[in-house]
T-cell receptor, first 110, second 114 residues
Framework: AQSVSQHNHHVILSEAASLELGCNYS??????LFWYVQYPGQHLQLLLK??????LVKGIKGFEAEFIKSKFSFNLRKPSVQWSDTAEYFCGGGADGLTFGKGTHLIIQP | DTGVSQDPRHKITKRGQNVTFRCDPISEHNRLYWYRQTLGQGPEFLTYFQNEAQLEKSRLLSDRFSAERPKGSFSTLEIQRTEQGDSAMYLCASSLLGSFTEAFFGQGTRLTVV
């Protein structure tokens, strides 16, 4: 069975700090991985995705993620966070992209 | 505006009543997905359609739940004999065939069963 797990459920950072949110996946077959973000009161939006090719994927708003096959990981990173990055972040994956992690609630303090 | 619209945005119902939600996807999208999200959890897959065909259903989808997409455009999700445990946000998403990660989500329908 496919599964995706996120390590950190709540993260609090100060502005300009670096961010790394962990995500591990567990399934075989075609690897489709993605990160979605949900800002307060808004719908889920795609941040970035990985299907194949360059394992370092760049997304919107300065986010990036690295697919490391040997570690079954797809961690999300941002070198310097802003207050506006406060949101819920969801990692997901699967053959049809049908499985989400439980999410990480990120709070950025001014 | 994502282009995926859901109606209603909020629904409060008494236990035992039936409810129906509607999702209008982006017009050219072949695939349509239903998810359920509860507080502190990620979206849980319920079912998805490719055009009018329902291709997969989660075990979470008990026989009280039914979804349709009769003409391959809008979809409805019906919950019969609602229970308090059905209280959640019901999300709809749509995508083009073969590219789930391009899925666009609606704002969701928040169901409260009292």
């Amino acid at each position: 069975a496919q599964s995706v797990s996120q390590h950190n459920h709540h993260v609090i950072l100060s502005e300009a700090a670096s961010l790394e949110l962990g995500c591990n996946y567990s399934y075989g077959g075609t690897v489709n991985l993605f990160w979605y973000v949900q800002y307060p009161g808004q719908h889920l939006q795609l941040l970035l995705k990985y299907f194949s090719g360059d394992p370092l994927v760049k997304g919107i708003k300065g986010f990036e993620a690295e697919f490391i096959k040997s570690k079954f990981s797809f961690n999300l990173r941002k070198p310097s966070v802003q207050w506006s990055d406060t949101a819920e972040y969801f990692c997901g994956g699967g053959a049809d992209g049908l499985t989400f992690g439980k999410g990480t609630h990120l709070i950025i303090q001014p | 505006d994502t282009g995926v619209s859901q109606d209603p945005r909020h629904k409060i119902t008494k236990r035992g009543q039936n409810v129906t939600f509607r999702c209008d996807p982006i017009s050219e999208h072949n695939r349509l997905y239903w998810y359920r999200q509860t507080l502190g959890q990620g979206p849980e897959f319920l079912t998805y359609f490719q055009n009018e065909a329902q291709l997969e259903k989660s075990r979470l989808l008990s026989d009280r739940f039914s979804a349709e997409r009769p003409k391959g455009s809008f979809s409805t999700l019906e919950i019969q004999r609602t229970e308090q445990g059905d209280s959640a946000m019901y999300l709809c998403a749509s995508s083009l065939l073969g590219s789930f990660t391009e899925a666009f989500f609606g704002q969701g329908t928040r169901l409260t069963v009292v």
